[in-house]
């Protein structure tokens, strides 16, 4: 298996995670909003940060580096990953299972850190800038 080809297979189980998330998010969302506070809120919170991974994903514009560097290596992710994954493991049913390949992903993720180095966003739309000469002051 070529190094660009673990990179995309990751890009793809770290989106599934993501959906797995914003699954979660709308599932506790919808129940919550009738039932507990704490259910909305959590709701809000995985369906946000399930699309945010999925978004970022995809697309990871350079301006978010500065902000969310520690998504920028495999580590990052998969501590991220992993962390929303034991907040979603629950006793039985989906979010047992939701939470179990969440986690794993998450490891996964953190394992190959060590293996192939920064990861790199499905399509990439951040533009190389030419250095401007040094000296000249307009």
């Known amino acids: 298996m070529s190094q660009s080809s673990a990179y995309i297979i990751l890009n793809i189980l770290v989106i599934l995670a993501g959906c797995f998330i914003t699954a979660c998010g709308i599932y506790l969302f919808v129940n919550g909003l009738f039932h507990s506070i704490i259910g909305f809120v959590l709701g809000i919170y995985y369906l946000l940060a399930g699309v945010c991974i999925v978004l970022l994903e995809i697309v990871f514009p350079q301006k978010l ?3 969310f560097g520690f998504y920028t290596y495999w580590f990052g992710k998969g ?3 992993s962390l929303i994954g034991l907040l979603i493991l629950g006793n039985s049913g989906f979010f047992l299972a939701a939470g179990i390949i969440v986690i794993a ?3 996964v993720c953190m ?3 060590f293996i192939l180095g920064c990861p790199r966003p499905l399509v990439n739309r951040s533009v ?3 250095p401007e ?3 000249q002051h307009a």
Do not use: D, S, T, Y
């Open 79 to 81: 501590a991220l990953i």
């Open 111 to 113: 394992i190959f850190h």
């Open 105 to 107: 992903v998450g490891i």
């Open 128 to 130: 190389e800038r030419k």
């Open 133 to 135: 000469p040094q000296g």
């Open 65 to 67: 580096v500065n902000l």
